[in-house]
C-alpha cells in the first residue's frame, strides 16, 4: 500500500515556510509498512483542492491531508473531500456541543464561521480532536472501483501527531496488511558521502531486501536501514547484519549505531568514566557549548567554560599569554594548545577544549585563510592539536570546528 | 502565470529530509511576479515522473524541476520530460566533452553511465552548470495547446541556485507578463502571534492589493508584505505604508524593519555607540554567544563570556559569590545580576548579560518548575532583571531564553 500526503496553507507556498508535518506522518506510516510515494503541497482554493485530492485518490491507497480544517473560509479541506467523492456534509451536534464548551470555558464568544468545524462529511468518522478545535476526519470508501482510506488531521503539529497517534493508526493498523520493519542506523562524521557510499554500497546492495538510505547533513553522514518482513526476528535479523558490515568496514568514523548525536555519544562516555569536560571557544563562540548542554543532563560532565572572542578575554578567562597571542597571532596551534590547557586548569576539569580559527567572511590574511581552524584537546598528560582546513561559509566552517572537536575528544575516549 | 515546483528524490519521501529547494525557487519566482501554487514530491519511478509532469503541465505555466538529473538509474527527470512532451531525446557532443573534462581534471575515469548527462531533451536548450556535472535544460513549448515553460534543474542547492541566477532568470524575465514586485517586513519578538494578528489585521486588511504573510517562528513573529504594481514606485509606496502603519501599531515589540535578527540588530546599536557586551550563561550553556557570533563582525562589540554550567564554574569564572549560590540557589534572581555583574567587570565589557534557569525535563523543585529562568542586564550604573515561567521543551526554554536576553538589552539601548 502507498500513500499520498497532502499539505494545504498557502504559507507553504511561500519562500520561508516547509511543510514538516509529512515527516512524522512518513515515519508513522513506515512503521505500518506503508510508503510515501506522493507529497502535494497546495494553497486554500477549491477547486484545486479538489484535483489534487481526485489525483492523490487515483494513485495512492491512503490519502491524508494536513491543514484546512480551521474556522476560516480559507479553509476548505472538508468541502473539496466532499466535492471528490460526490457527497453530502452534516453539521455534527456534538461537535457543535463541544465547540461551545470549549469557547464558554475560555470565556470566549463563539462565532457563526466556528461551526463550520463541526461539518463532517457524509460517510465519515470523527477524529476527536483534544488540542484543538478542528476535529479529523477518517474514511474508508471506494473510488473509482479502488478501496481507499482518507484522512483529514488538523495542520497545527502538535494536534496532528496527538491526533494521529490517538486515533489514526490503529484505524490503519487495522487495514493495511501486516508486516513488521525493523529499522536500524549508522552515525558517521567527518567523513566525506562519497567515501561513504563507495565503501558501503557493495555491502548494502547484497541486501536488496533492506532498503538502505544515505543522508549527508552538516559534518554527519547516516545510514538507514529499513526491513520488512513476515515477522520482527527476520526483519530485525537483517537490519543488524547489513548495520554491522557497514559498521566494520567504516570502522572509527561511526560514532553511533544507537542513534545517538556526536554529542550524545561523548556525554555518555564521559559521564560513564566519571570524567569532566570544559571548553574555551573562540571562532565557534560558545556553539561546542550550546551542543553540549542541548543535551538532557550534561551537567554530569559538562562544567562549562569561556567564550573568548576578543583576544584579551582569551588571556582574562583562559590564562593564555598575552605574548603567546602577540608572537604567533590569535590564530595559531599554540593558542589552541594554551586555551584547551587554560580551560582545564582554571576549571580543574579532566578535559579541556580550545578553538580559535577564522570562521570568515572576513578576517583572513595572507598565511592565514578563512577556515583555518585549530581544535585543541587537554588532558593532565598531554595535548593534541589538529589543524582544520574548512571550506564554506561562516555557519559551515564554525559547525565543522564544533564537530571536529567532539570528534577529537571521541577518539581520545575510545 | 502560476508555476509548480516538482521536487524529485526518494531521500524527500522519507521521515529524514524536506524539500528545502523550493524555497530559494520561489522568493525568485515571486520576484518576477509568479506564485507557486503548487508542490510535487514523488520519488525516483519513471511512470509516477511522468503522471506528475503531465499533471503540472495541466494546471500550471511554469514547471520547474529540482533533482533527477544525476547519472545513475535513478534520475530519470529528463526521460519523464521528453515522454510526457512526446519527444526523442539527442546525446548532445559538447556537453560529453565537458564532462570527460571535469573527469579527467579531477584524475577519475568516465564510467559510460555518467554520458547520460549528456541527453538532451529534443527542443530544449542546455543551461551549463558551473558547479556540477549535469546541465539544466530550458524548454519553450505548446503543451495541448498551452504555452508552457519547463526547466530542469540539478539537486544540489549550490548548482540550482547558481544555475537558476545564471540562466533560467533572465529566460523568465524575457517571457512572463512584467510587474514591479516591493516587498517589506516587520520582525517582532516575545509577543504572541494571534496578538500581532489581532491588532494588525484591521490594518493589512484594508490593503487588499497587499499580500499579507503572518509567520511565526521559535519567540519571533513577522508580517511579510508583498505588492505588485505596473511601476516599483506604486508598489513601494503601498508595502511601506502598510508596513509603518503595523509598526506603529506594535510599538516596541517590533526590533526591525529591515529584517535584521535579533543579534543583528542589537550588534549594529552596540557598533554604533561603540559599546562591548559579554555574557555568563548557565542554562543556555552558549546559545546566547553563538547566536551573536554567528553575526558576521560581531568582534567589534561582543567580547566573549563564560559558560557557567557546574556552580563552580559561576564563581570561578564569572565572580558569583559561593554564598549567593549556597543561600539563594543557582536559579535565582541574585545569581542571575551577580553573573551580568561578574562577567561585566572581568571583561571590562559595557554590559553584561547573566543567565541562569531551569531548561528542563529535569532539575525543577517544588519552588522552581521547568522553564524559570531569570535573564539579568548589567551596566556601569544598574542591574536589571527578567524573571521569566517559559513553557515548552528544553530547546524552547533555551532559545526563548536568550530571545528575552536579547529584547532586554535592545530595549535598554532604545
Known sequence: MIAEIIAVGSEMLTPYRVDTNSLALT?????????VAFKTILGDDLQQLTDAARIALRRADIVLFSGGLGPTEDDLTREAV??????GMTRDASIIESL?????KRGIEIRENNLKQADVI????????ANGTAPGQWIDTTFEDKRRFLVLLPGPPKELTALYTDQVEQRLRAVVPQVHIAIASLRMAVVPESEVDARTAPIYQQYPDVQTTILSTQGEIQLHFQCSKPTLAEAEARVREVQSRCAQEMGDVVFSENDESPEEVVLHTLAERGL?????????GGLLGQRLTSVTGSSGSFLGGAIVYANAMKTALADVPAETIHEHGAVSEEV???LAEGIRRRTTAAYGIGITGIAGPGGATETKPVGLVYVALADAERTECLTLNLSGDRERVRWFASQYALML???HLL
Chains 1, 2 share one sequence.
Open 27 to 35: 515515519a508513522e506510516l513506515n512503521k505500518l509498512g506503508v510508503a
Open 122 to 129: 457524509d460517510g465519515a468518522e470523527v477524529l476527536p480532536n
Open 276 to 284: 569532566t569536560l570544559a571548553v574555551a571557544e573562540s571562532c565557534t
Open 409 to 411: 575528544l571521541r577518539k
Open 82 to 87: 466532499a466535492a471528490v467523492l460526490g457527497v
Open 100 to 104: 461551545r464548551e470549549r469557547f464558554r
Open 336 to 338: 589552541a594548545r594554551a
